[in-house]
């Protein structure tokens, strides 16, 4: 168990990331990602670049790190769901928390802004995403009878999860939706008529 100084030092740690990732997403929004540098980012936080190392290995790394956060809660939903839910049932329920939570962030348009203007900080995201797949998959394969002998079950269900979520956050900051879980509602029910669609056709 952690002490109180331990506490209280992860906490301060926490707040000067997250004064960082601020930082730093409000000067992407306004200089560019590519124009933005680490030393304007320090500079506005009120650190030294070296601090700034400390959390973060690029600017490119701050905008993966919050892709692992992402796949981070995405996973607690899943395992927070109940052992007796059948998997799609837990995927649904993990998808409609996450995206109501993610929507819930003020920073969410702002971070989607600049993932879809910059093509490098959009691949920065991206290039975590393996790693989010895979602890998504894992999740779903600790509810799956013989988790290893259904990897390929796992692997699906963590590919949907993240796909319907990316196309209900997609559709939500399109379209100036305010509910998301009703536009999540409607990615899913298009996925079930595609297919039954494709069954239909073998």
């Not at 996450?98 to 959009?122: G, L």
């Not at 990316?166 to 297919?195: H, I, N, P, R």
Request: net charge positive; glycine share 6%.
């Amino acid at each position: 168990m952690a002490s109180k100084s331990e506490l209280l030092l992860r906490r301060k740690q926490q707040v000067v990331q997250d004064a960082i990732w601020n930082a730093a997403i409000d000067l992407f929004g306004e200089k560019g990602f590519d124009e933005a540098t680490v030393d304007e980012i320090a500079a506005a936080t009120g650190v030294s670049q070296r601090t700034f190392f400390r959390y973060f290995a690029s600017k490119s790394d701050l905008m993966g790190q919050s892709m692992l956060a992402y796949g981070e809660v995405l996973r607690e939903a899943i395992q927070a769901t109940p052992k007796s839910a059948h998997a799609f049932a837990a995927l649904r329920s993990a998808v409609l928390e996450i995206a109501a939570t993610v929507v819930s962030f003020p920073r969410t348009r702002d971070v989607i802004a600049i993932a879809i203007k910059y093509p490098a900080a959009r691949e920065a995201q991206l290039s975590r995403r393996a790693e989010v797949e895979d602890s998504v998959a894992q999740a779903f394969a600790a509810r799956l009878k013989n988790g290893r002998k259904n990897e390929m079950t796992a692997r699906l269900l963590a590919g949907l999860t993240l796909t319907i979520l990316d196309a209900t956050l997609g559709q939500w900051y399109a379209g100036g939706v305010q509910d998301v879980t009703v536009v999540a509602e409607q990615v899913m029910k298009k996925l079930c008529k595609l297919v039954a669609g494709a069954d239909a056709g073998l």
